[in-house]
């Protein structure tokens, strides 16, 4: 059953990045991302489904991970911005040219395995002679955990998801889960 | 304009700086009061954990900001000279607003213990190593401590530690009381013997000085506090030298140099104000409490005849010996829910391995650690297990309220090549060179380190949990961190330290400094309520030497 959900979120995020993030996305209307390109950010979003994969809670894709990295790109994150062009860039020449499609294209199980090379610099050839795959693979890795557990204010946690998976109420009202057992108004704000 | 010329200016509204405005303002001296940033409020970040302090992935909360403060660190293995920004680890950062890290720090109110002063006496020179005796006692400081208890706020109750040192006068507000990992620990530290007890806290227990009692939320560290429960400079005694009508506070404002005259005299300073006008304050007394590294980077960057590398730096003792605190222990995991919400989380400390361990220089309290929120919380993981994927969020989702950390500061032993110099070539948004930090820890820091995570590991097993790893500190690299201190040492000699025992420099006396920059050694712990202590005493001794009238102009 677990599985079955992760492959309909990833399935999605290579159709058209997320549903729930772009309700246009079967028509006309295509998201426009502030940095990214969308080619670009189907890559990220594949990369960030594989670190934080959807189970019986959501993942990266249904917080939203993609539009904090591309907020943050524009934003405070802009000094990455270079980091993350040629870095997506050599992911996908590496798969183009080792198996034949882009990253987000693969089978679930070769991006994991893809990813791990990447993790421990162990990728052959000079894909990435100026910047090591392990340190690009960090930047997304800690970044998608900022988007997925940080403050929705800044673009991810969609809906506190990551707050309610670790079973922490966030209440609207500033110390009201002072006073109450449990924050009613999170749970009634969520439905 | 020609600023109106005045007593003193205090350089730096933090911990120390804020004592030593009460004190002069309050007896009849002029001030001028000298911040490099704004008035901090809860709403600017409110309980955003990627811009607050402790986490600053997205940015400090309370500064200072990139945009117009770097500086550079060079790397101790290799020589490389990297430019840090504020937000990065190794830029050891403090806030710039008024009350500095007084307004979000963890508020850990601690007094030094008297062998703290006494390091060299107790455990002999140490090769490589510049530890020392402090020229001043704990005696010497206890009523200062005091002051900085009751007047800026502590609660606690230190006859359950008996460890801790003689006082005249207990602490005015009650201790907190233990959330349910403290209850934990606190029965488990009984079982294995040792003494713990509730820790002091510069924190609202009750209402108190005119402000509400503290409700204990998790957002606290790294935070300011939304009821201003949370007891600091800022709404403390800088907001009681204000009122005196003495003293006047300048924020944004970045001070460049400390002018000394061809006699050796201070006669002032030069900053740029908050339009980035250069402006010129003259003054009697120059007070600097900017910080370890701060403090030392102006006193670098003021040359003038007589002191061509900087004021008081004849003997290049400024900006020597620069440390901080080597954090040590260990986490456990438990198979069940801890955590209970009852923020900002540390409540219960041991002071049982700070000093007379086997082998040890020293050593460190440890306490259970402040609540990791939910972005730091996911480098919390046990080694060797993913950082990422199914597994990594498993472990998220089914450890988040079942961890607890127990750590401490290890009391480092301070090295004279870990160091601020200035940087000539790389200048900030001013002009002004930037601090350069280089060198670093000593070698003795990880063995005690090692001590103190093996205590941490007992703890831990002791309340019941069922894994625990370690997460020993101390090794390599620089230290300094928000406890940065030793800069500028007091001392009986000048050719060994920078100030005297009042805090005044050796070379140049109506400069004084009041921060952790004084501080010889750094204790085993957090160190705010000892550079508040300082602030106040050396407030008293430029007030005594003051009505001697040995430093009118």
Redo the contacts between chains.
Sequence with gaps: MNLNRRQFIHSLGLACGSLLLFPACGGKTKPVWRFLTEAEAATVIAIAE????A?Q?P?ATDAGVINFIDK?LAG?YSNFQENYRNGIAALNKFCTEKHGQLFEKLEWDKQ?EVLKLMEKNSIEGDYWKENPSSRFFRML??H???GF???P??GGNKDYV??K??????PHV??Q??YAPRCETLNAYAK | MTNKHVNAVVIGAGAGGGPVAKELATNGLSVVLFERGGWAKYDDHDDDELISQRTTVLGNAFGPHRDKHWRVVVNSRNGDETIVYPHEGGYNNNAACVGSGTVSYGAMAWRFMPQDFRMKSIYGHVEGSTLEDWPITYNDLDPYYEKAEWEIGVSGQDPQNPFVPERKKHLPMPPFEYNREGKMLYEAAQRRGWNPFPIPMLRNSIPYNGRPACYRMRTCVGFACPVNAKCGTHNTVIPVALASGNCELRINCQVAEIMVNDQGKATGIKYFDENGKGQIQTADVVVVSGSATETARLLLNSKSKLFPNGAGNNYDWVGRNLQGHAYTGAVGLFDKDLYDDVGPGATVAISDFNHGNDGIIGGGMLANEFFRLPYLFTNQHSPGSPSWGKLHKDFQRQNYKRTMSVKGPYQEIPNFEARITVDSKVKDYWGIPVGKLMGARHPADRKGCEFLADRCEEWLLEAGAYKVWKEVGGGGGLSGGQHQAGTCRMGNDKKTSVTNKLGQLHEIDNVFVADGSLMVTNGGFNPALTIMALGFYVGDQIVKQWNGTHLKS
């Design positions: 594989q670190i934080i994969p189970d809670d993942g943050q405070f994991t890795r800690d998608s955990m900022q557990y940080g403050s204010r800044h990551s707050y998976m670790i079973r922490i109420d966030y500033i110390g889960n002072r």
